[in-house]
Structures are given as C-alpha cells and as structure tokens.
C-alpha cells in the first residue's frame, strides 16, 4: 500500500507541459481578496470616475472578476506590451498596443496580473508619462518583492508572494494554465 502522503502529492500536483505545479493559493481565497480589493476601490474613487488599464493576456481573468465587482461608474480597456526585435539593432523594443482612449485628465488605474521585476510596468508608466493622467495608479493580484528591479509605487496588492514562478488564474506557464481557477506555484 502506497504512504498517504503520496497520495497527497498527487491529488494536488498538476503537470503543464514539463512541469509539476502544486497548489498555492486557492480559488476561495483568491475571490475573498477580489472582494476586498473591489470595495477598496469602490470606496477610494466613489467620485473619480476611474479608467481601468488592463493589461493583457495575464490580466484578463483577474481583471473580469474584480471589474464585476466595482459599483461606482468606470470605464475598462485593455492594453497589451509588445516585445519585438528591431532588425537594425540587438535590443529589444516594446510597443504599447490597444490604448484608444484619451487619458488626459483621467484618473487611471492600471491592472497588472503579477509584478515580478517592475520592468513592464515602469515601461508603460514612462508612455504613459505625457499624456497628462490626473492620477495614476497600480492594481496589481499579485507582487514578487525579492524580484523587483525598478522601484514602483503599487498601491493595491492583492497577495505578496516568494519569487517563484506562479501559473493559473490567468497567468501561463508554455502558453498553458490560464483556465485554472486557482493559482500554482512550480514543484521544484
Ligand atoms: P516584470 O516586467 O515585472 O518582470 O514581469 C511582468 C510580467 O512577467 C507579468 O505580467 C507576467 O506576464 C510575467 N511573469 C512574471 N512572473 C511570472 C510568474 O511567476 N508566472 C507567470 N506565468 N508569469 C510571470
């Protein structure tokens, strides 16, 4: 008869391409701290009016489960970073994608999925730099403190997290992952 704690190991972990992934936050949790996030929002921007920037592809379900949540008026869009390489020169260059609407004077909140070295966001903060926001801030599921690079003020964190890699809720690991509801963090 096999030990109960293998049984354990493999109800919980999940293979996705090469990799065991074993649960780390559940879905129940994740949606209790949607919840709290929302109301946060709901009550810091009652008369503000916000423009949510949700950027895409890892955002999107966190994104549609706080958005429902928000009971003041609010616009959404979504934005997505291009990376790409130049054929003149060895670095890479990002491109800003999707952003139709005129931020001027808007109060913006952009919506992150994970904030891992700060390089995406400090990226997209400096586009975004002259185009006149009233305000501008970070709404982001999850923050890798130990992996930040670039110093950035993020003012709603929905759970700090170890620097290992995390995949479901949205984010991917291959491309796969997306669709678990809960969130994992790799077995190593
Ligand atoms: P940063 O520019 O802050 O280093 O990275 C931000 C982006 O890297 C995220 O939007 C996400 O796409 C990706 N990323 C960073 N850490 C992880 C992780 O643990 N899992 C997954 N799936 N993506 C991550």
Known sequence: MR????????????????????????KETIKKRVEEMAAQ??????E???LFLSILNGAFV??????????????ISFIKLKSYRKMESSGKV???????????????IIVEDIVDTGKTLSHILEEFGELGAKSIEILTMLHKPEASLKPISLKYV????????????????????RNLPDLYKIVE
């Open 3 to 26: 030990p109960i704690s293998n049984v354990i190991f493999y109800i919980y972990v999940m293979r996705i391409v090469d990799q065991d992934f074993e649960v780390f936050i559940d």
């Open 158 to 177: 929905g759970f700090r997290i170890p620097n290992k890699f995390v995949v479901g809720y949205g984010l991917d690991y291959d491309g796969y992952g």
């Open 62 to 75: 966190f994104t549609a489960d706080l958005f429902r949540q928000i009971t003041i008026p609010a616009e």
């Open 48 to 50: 503000l009016n916000p």
């Open 94 to 108: 990002k491109e800003l994608l999707g952003l139709e609407h005129n931020i001027f004077n808007r109060n913006i």
């Open 41 to 46: 929002i709901n009550a810091d921007y009652q």
